[in-house]
Structure formats: structure tokens, C-alpha cells
């Protein structure tokens, strides 16, 4: 199994975006069995709250099934638990190798590292942009599932 871990700073728009995403792709190349699939938040701001409204309606648009999640903060338990731990922009990064107190076992990237990019996928909290948050999603999503399968990690 492997075990992936979606991050955001309140875990109601892209990671739980991810989170469903990610699940959809695997689901669709026959690899559901090979995955246990979460996301949490670096913040506390929105634990228990569901994914927003505009992260529901953009993985309908694209006919991904929504993964039923409530927010929830990463914790140490994690780290030891996951074996990737992907975050969605930088302050992302930042803080969960603050939280984490670094990454002795390097599990932590930030998404779009796995499509060449050093780019941040923005929060369309703050921009209401949600296309452009899913296209970079699945820019993301697709080149880190690619990765796992070139390198064996998954087969």
C-alpha cells in the first residue's frame, strides 16, 4: 500500500480536491487496492467543515466523485503513517516542516514538483479561480501517479 496525504493550509478547497481527484485517477487505472488516499490542513481554521462549495461544484463540472471528507489538521501520527505527503504551494511546505520538525525521511513535496514546476497551485480561496486550481490539480495529480508508476513504486 501506499500511503498519500494531500495538504493545505484549511483543507476544504485543494486538498481535498486532490484528495478526490487523485482517488478518481487511481480508480480509473484499476489501482484503488494499492492506496489509502487523505488530506488535512496545516491550519486548525476549518476542522470538521466540509469541502467548499466551489471545490464540490468543480469535481462535478468534471464528473470526479467527491470523496466525503471533513477538515483536519495534519498531526506527527501522519508523518509516521504516510509515506507521501504533498503540499499545495510553499507556505504549505514551510509550515509542515515547522509542524513535522522537518522531514528526516523526506516524504514532503510540493505537488507540481512531480510535473517539473517549482509553480505554487494557487488557492482559489483567495482567487475563486477553481478551473485554474483544478487544471494545475490535475497537472499535479497525474505526473505524481506517472512518477509512482515509472519508478515501481506502485505496479
Not at 498519500?4 to 478547497?13: A, P, R, S, T, Y
Not at 480508480?27 to 481554521?45: N, Y
Not at 476549518?46 to 467548499?52: A, D, L, S, T, V
Request: glycine content about 6%; proline content about 4%; charged content about 25%.
Amino acid at each position: 500500500m501506499v500511503n498519500v496525504l494531500f495538504v493545505c493550509h484549511g483543507n476544504i478547497c485543494r486538498s481535498t480536491l486532490c484528495e478526490s481527484l487523485f482517488t478518481h485517477l487511481v480508480r480509473e487505472r484499476g489501482l484503488d487496492s494499492k492506496f489509502v488516499i487523505d488530506s488535512a490542513a496545516t491550519s486548525t481554521e476549518e476542522i470538521g467543515n466540509p469541502p467548499h462549495h466551489g471545490t464540490v461544484q468543480k469535481l462535478k463540472e468534471m464528473h470526479v466523485p467527491l470523496v466525503p471528507h471533513r477538515a483536519r489538521q495534519i498531526t506527527r501520527k501522519d508523518y509516521v503513517n504516510f509515506d507521501y505527503i504533498i503540499g499545495m504551494d510553499s507556505w504549505n511546505i514551510r509550515n509542515l516542516n515547522r509542524m513535522l520538525s522537518g522531514d528526516p525521511d523526506q516524504k514532503v513535496f510540493k505537488l507540481l514538483s512531480f510535473a517539473g514546476s517549482s509553480r505554487d497551485i494557487a488557492d482559489p480561496w483567495y482567487t475563486g479561480d477553481f478551473d485554474a486550481t483544478y487544471d494545475d490539480a490535475y497537472e499535479g495529480c497525474t505526473a505524481f501517479l506517472d512518477h509512482l508508476l515509472d519508478t515501481g513504486v506502485v505496479y
